[in-house]
């Protein structure tokens, strides 16, 4: 046993000399070098006995590098949080980790350390960066797109703006502005047409991350792609803040606040204390913080809530492991899912999607997310609903955060209860994130309301998969031929013609207006409007086909007077009904 170790083990083994620093985690290699490269550096500081980890996606996991101090003894660590913006992570799914490894060693202690913040080490490094990209030009000719990793906690977003305003000031650049990769706006490319608008023609797009990864790289592939979109800027990406001698004595600078005691959490601005606008649902709720795929304890079913040293608290995270949330994908369109919906998926292990759902989401995946089809195809090929729950139990009993991405809103027409029904029987959490769904989306974006102040009161949405006399069905046609009010017809493309007989035979009048609404939300979209007695044989003889959407009364009349709906986005995915 070396000297050194004896030093450790010895007398100072049970002080807070013992440093853990806690990564997230990433898929890149490149990533995980960098951050083994910097533990190093730390070690080699001589500030005692120093260990690092990851909560997921990256080996070695945080439950092997505090079971390696506390095999040598130490009892009470220093734990650091390698995080730039103390959203989820630092203030939910580190701590709840670090809970676990005092279950696991009886009698372990520790104080954790404020995450890293915007600080001037920082700014120096990130200035240093962007000088590198300019490689000699003229500051005040550059402007400089700040690009952070995003999340859903605003105090967290609010603070790569507040590093963009520190790094404009006294530094000479022409402007500094902030932006996202993920989960928050603006984007990269609306950053960069922002500036493009102001009259920036040299650009450094600097990313506020600390090591390789996807969405760094995402980044990159992003700027080049604007950049090639517009070839009178000069468009550069600086290098990550990586493994160098500001961050290290950050870190250093941080482990000497943590064992003098003098840790100040900022929590004036913390969604799950404060009532901030748009977030109040935030305020107390209680945090689940998701568990590491690596560490024995993965998918156990429980979480532990008591505050670590430090008075930090838990915050919430996407989705725990071993956990399905059934999510509502939205009408079609890639940018109407939910903001809780993306970040679900931004989470996922595994992502079980229909053929209904946004399919231009799948590819902003991560990569390796298992994906699993479960189409069901008109007249077509058809994954079983029973194929399905048990997809959805297997994944989430191994350990995986499993996301059932469904078109729509899941409960209508979804069949989302049914797997909603089918993971609580075994035994598996379950989270439902309700859609927009295409009953009322659908005629919006044909400039059509279902409701009008003098027109609809009221409006029924009601499935079309089957036909009007057929024994299965539920629906009372006669009822809702006397109703005055909007009705929206589903999965109704081969049924509009008797559907509208019968609303005839029970006196709905002949020319009550009706708008068929195909492929609602893509630059293909189109739209036909037909009296009710002759729907059926307009809808046939301009070959309206699923998926469509037909809306029943007064209020279509309104669509010449109500102006043009927005246009969908070229690239975007057509509206769809819950299939």
């Given at each position: 046993?070396?000297?050194r ?16 620093i ?20 730390i ?5 005692g ?13 945080l439950?092997?590098a ?24 630092g203030?939910?799914?580190?701590p ?31 200035e240093?960066?962007?000088d ?21 906690d605003?105090?967290a ?22 932006g996202?990769?993920s ?26 991350f600390?090591?390789?990864?996807v ?10 792609a604007?950049a ?7 468009v ?8 160098c ?7 250093l ?10 840790i100040?959490m ?11 606008p ?8 209680p ?7 690596d ?30 949330a ?10 109407l ?6 970040a ?23 990569p ?5 089809d ?7 090929p ?13 994944h ?11 078109g729509?809103?899941p ?21 439902v ?22 027109v ?11 036909p009007?006399?057929?024994p ?23 049924t ?21 609404v ?8 189109r ?11 307009v ?27 927005a246009a ?12």
């Open positions: 046993m070396s000297e170790t004896d030093r450790m083990v010895g007398p100072g083994a049970g002080g807070a000399g013992a440093l853990v806690v990564g997230h985690g990433t898929r890149s290699a490149a990533g995980v070098a960098q951050f083994a490269a910097l533990v190093e550096r070690r080699r500081a001589g500030v006995d120093v260990e690092g980890g990851f909560i997921e996606l990256s080996r070695p996991p439950t092997d505090v079971g390696a101090l506390a095999a040598r003894g130490h009892r009470s660590l220093v734990a650091l949080p390698l995080v730039l913006t103390a959203a989820g992570h203030k939910g799914d580190i709840a980790a670090l809970a676990r490894e005092q279950q696991r060693h009886p009698g372990l202690r520790y104080a954790y350390g404020r995450p890293l913040g915007p600080h001037p080490l920082l700014h120096t490094a990130l240093e960066r962007i590198a990209a300019l490689a000699g030009d003229d500051r005040a000719g550059t402007w400089v797109a700040l690009i952070g990793r995003g999340s859903t605003p105090d977003n609010a603070e790569v703006a507040k590093v963009a305003r520190l790094l404009w000031e006294g530094r000479g650049y022409a402007g500094v502005e902030p996202f990769i989960l928050a706006e603006p984007s990269v490319p609306d950053v960069l047409d922002r500036l493009r608008r102001l009259g920036a023609r040299r650009i450094v797009v600097a990313p506020y600390l090591f390789a990864g969405l760094p790289d995402r980044i990159v592939a992003q700027s080049r604007y090639a979109a517009h070839p009178e800027l000069d550069r990406v600086a290098d990550l803040i990586g493994d001698d500001a961050l290290a004595d950050l870190i600078e941080r482990h000497a606040e943590a064992v003098r005691g003098d100040r900022n929590c004036d601005t913390c969604a799950y204390r404060v009532l901030m748009g977030f109040a649902d935030k305020v107390g709720r945090q689940t913080p998701h568990d590491h795929p560490d024995p304890a993965g998918g156990h079913g429980h979480h532990h809530h008591a505050h670590p040293v430090g008075g930090h608290h838990h915050h919430e995270p996407p989705l725990p492991a071993g956990h399905v059934v999510v509502g994908g939205g009408p079609g369109p890639d940018d899912i939910t903001v809780r919906g993306r679900l998926l931004d989470a996922a292990d595994v992502v079980v999607v229909d053929r209904l759902a946004p399919q231009g989401l799948l590819a902003a995946l991560r390796g997310v298992i994906v699993v479960a189409a069901k195809v008109p007249r077509g058809s994954v079983g609903q029973d194929a399905i729950n048990a997809a959805l139990v297997t989430a009993r191994a350990g995986r955060r499993v996301v059932r991405l469904k729509g809103d409960y209508v027409f979804g069949r989302g209860h049914e797997e909603v029904q089918a993971c609580t029987a075994a035994g598996v959490p379950v989270t994130v309700p859609g927009v769904s295409s009953a009322t989306a659908a005629a919006a974006l044909a400039g059509v309301p279902v409701t009008h102040r003098g609809a009161h009221e409006f029924t949405v009601v499935s079309g998969h089957l009007p006399g057929h299965d069905s539920l629906v009372d046609w006669a009822a809702l031929a006397r109703a005055r009010g909007t009705l929206v017809l589903l999965m109704a493309v081969d509009v013609d008797a559907i509208a007989a019968v609303l005839l035979a029970h006196g709905r009048a002949p020319d009550t207006p009706v708008l068929a195909q492929d609602a939300g893509l630059p293909g979209q739209s036909l409007a037909a009296r009710l007695d002759e729907i059926g044989a809808a046939g003889g301009s070959g309206v086909g699923p998926p469509a959407v037909f809306v029943v009364g007064p209020v279509v009349a309104l669509t010449d007077t109500s102006g043009p709906p969908p986005r070229e690239g975007q995915r057509s509206a769809r009904a819950s299939a």
